[in-house]
C-alpha cells in the first residue's frame, strides 16, 4: 500500500476524533436539553397559578443544570408566589450569590428580595407581640431582634427588644440592643428619649450609677440631667410597650419596571451533533479509502503473481514465502480499513440520532425572562420557546 495515502489517513482519522471531543465537549457545556423542557413545564404550571408545582419543576431544572441561573430566580419567584417566604428568600440569595452577568436581573432579585424580607419581618413582629401578650418576654425579645435584622430600616424594633430583654432580666442583652437602638435611631424617633432613659437606668450611663449585675425589673427614675427638656419622675415611655401589630395594607407588588428580558445561552447542542456528525463522516471514508486502497493492492498482487506464475518468472525477487507474507500484510490493512468504516458508519448513525434528538422546529430554543403582567401573576417568568 502506498505510505503516503496511509499517512494521509491517519491524518484525516486524527482529524474527525478531535472533531468528535470538541463536538461532545461543546454539547456538554450546553444547557441540557430535558432542563429547559422541565423549566417550560414549570413555565406552564406558574401560568396556570400552580405555584407549588412550579417550584417543584424549576427545582428539578436547576438540579439538572445548575448552571442556568434563570431557573434559581423562577424558583425562588415560585416560592414567593406559594407563600413559601423562607424558601424564596433563600433563593433568591442563591441567584444572587451565583453572579450573573445581568446587571437588571440583579437588581430585580435584589428589589424581590427585600421586598420577600419585609414580609418575612412583619410575620416574625406579630409572632413577637404574641409572645409579648403571653408574658413571655424572652421569646417576644428575640423575636422582635429577629424582626429587625429582617428589615433594618424599622429601628423601633430593636427598642421593643430592648424592653422584652429588660422585663426577661437579661440586663446585659437589654443594654446591648438599646444601645443598638440609639446608635441607628434618628433622635425625633418616639422611643428615642425612653430608650435613654432606660439605658441609663440599666448601667448603661456613667449619669446612673447602678451595678451591672443588678437585674432591673423596671426603669428608675430618670436623673434630673439626663435632657434639657424636664421628664416626669417615672417617665410614661417606661411603660410603653409596642403596639400590637395591626395589619398594614397589602402590599401589592406587581410587575418590575419594564421587562427583564434576556436570550438563553447559546446552544452549542446543535453544533455538537453536526461536529460529531462530520468527523464520524471523515472517519468513515477514511476507512472506506484505507480499505478500497488496500484491497486494490492485494488483488494487484495476486494478478502480478499469477501472471508471473504462468510465465515462469521470478516475482520483483520474491519467493512463495514472502508473496504469502507480503499478501498476509496487505490483508491485515484492508481489514483494518474495513473496521474502521466500520466504526465510522456506526459514529454517523449515533450522530444522526443525536442530531434528531436534539434538533428544534424554529432553530436554537429561545428563553427569556418576562415579567408577568396578567391577574395573579405579579413577578417574572422563564419562557421557553421552540
Known amino acids: 500500500m502506498r505510505p503516503w495515502l496511509i499517512a494521509r489517513a491517519h491524518w484525516l482519522i486524527a482529524l474527525a476524533t478531535l472533531g468528535m471531543l470538541w463536538g461532545t465537549a461543546l454539547a456538554a457545556a450546553a444547557p441540557k436539553k430535558e432542563a429547559l423542557a422541565v423549566a417550560a413545564a414549570g413555565e406552564a404550571a406558574f401560568r396556570a397559578g400552580k405555584f407549588r408545582l412550579a417550584l417543584e419543576k424549576y427545582l428539578a431544572a436547576r438540579q439538572l443544570d445548575p448552571s442556568y ?122 422611643e428615642y428619649p425612653s430608650a435613654k432613659v432606660e439605658f441609663k437606668a440599666l448601667g448603661g450611663g456613667a449619669a446612673v450609677a447602678v451595678p451591672t449585675e443588678r437585674k432591673v425589673a423596671a426603669p428608675l427614675p430618670e436623673p434630673r ?43 452549542a447542542s446543535r453544533l455538537g451533533p453536526w461536529l460529531a456528525l462530520g468527523g464520524s463522516a471523515l472517519v468513515a471514508g477514511g476507512g472506506g479509502i484505507w480499505y ?51 466504526a465510522g458508519a456506526l459514529g454517523l448513525a449515533a450522530s444522526a440520532a443525536w442530531l434528531a434528538l436534539s434538533g428544534e422546529k424554529t432553530g436554537a430554543a429561545q428563553a427569556s425572562l418576562v415579567p408577568s403582567v396578567g391577574a395573579g401573576l405579579g413577578g417574572a417568568v422563564l419562557v421557553v420557546a421552540w
Open 69 to 190: 441561573l434563570e431557573f434559581t430566580y423562577n424558583a425562588a419567584l415560585a416560592a414567593e408566589r406559594s407563600g413559601q417566604l423562607d424558601r424564596a428568600a433563600e433563593l433568591y440569595q442563591a441567584y444572587l450569590d451565583q453572579g450573573g452577568t445581568d446587571a437588571a436581573g440583579m437588581a430585580t432579585a435584589r428589589q424581590k428580595l427585600v421586598g420577600v424580607n419585609n414580609e418575612r419581618s412583619e410575620a416574625v413582629e406579630k409572632e413577637a407581640d404574641a409572645a409579648r401578650a403571653a408574658g413571655e418576654a424572652a421569646l417576644a425579645a428575640g423575636k422582635y431582634r429577629k424582626a429587625w435584622q429582617l428589615k433594618p430600616d424599622k429601628v423601633a424594633l430593636l427598642y421593643y427588644a430592648g424592653r422584652q430583654f429588660q422585663k426577661a432580666g437579661l440586663a446585659d442583652l437589654a443594654r446591648t440592643a438599646l444601645a443598638e437602638y440609639m446608635r441607628l435611631a434618628k433622635s425625633d424617633e418616639p
Open 225 to 267: 440631667n439626663v435632657e434639657s427638656k424636664p421628664q416626669p419622675a417615672a417617665p410614661p415611655a417606661v411603660k410603653v410597650e409596642p403596639p400590637m401589630l395591626e395589619a398594614d395594607p397589602p402590599k401589592l407588588r406587581g410587575p418590575e419596571p419594564g421587562p427583564v428580558v434576556r436570550k438563553a445561552k447559546p446552544q
Open 292 to 342: 478500497g486502497l488496500a484491497s486494490s493492492d492485494v488483488s494487484a498482487l495476486q494478478a502480478r503473481y499469477a501472471d508471473a506464475k504462468a510465465k515462469g518468472a521470478l516475482f520483483a525477487g520474491m519467493n512463495q514465502q514472502d508473496y504469502a507474507a507480503e499478501k498476509s500484510r496487505l490483508e491485515g490493512a484492508y481489514f483494518a480499513g474495513s473496521v474502521v468504516a466500520i
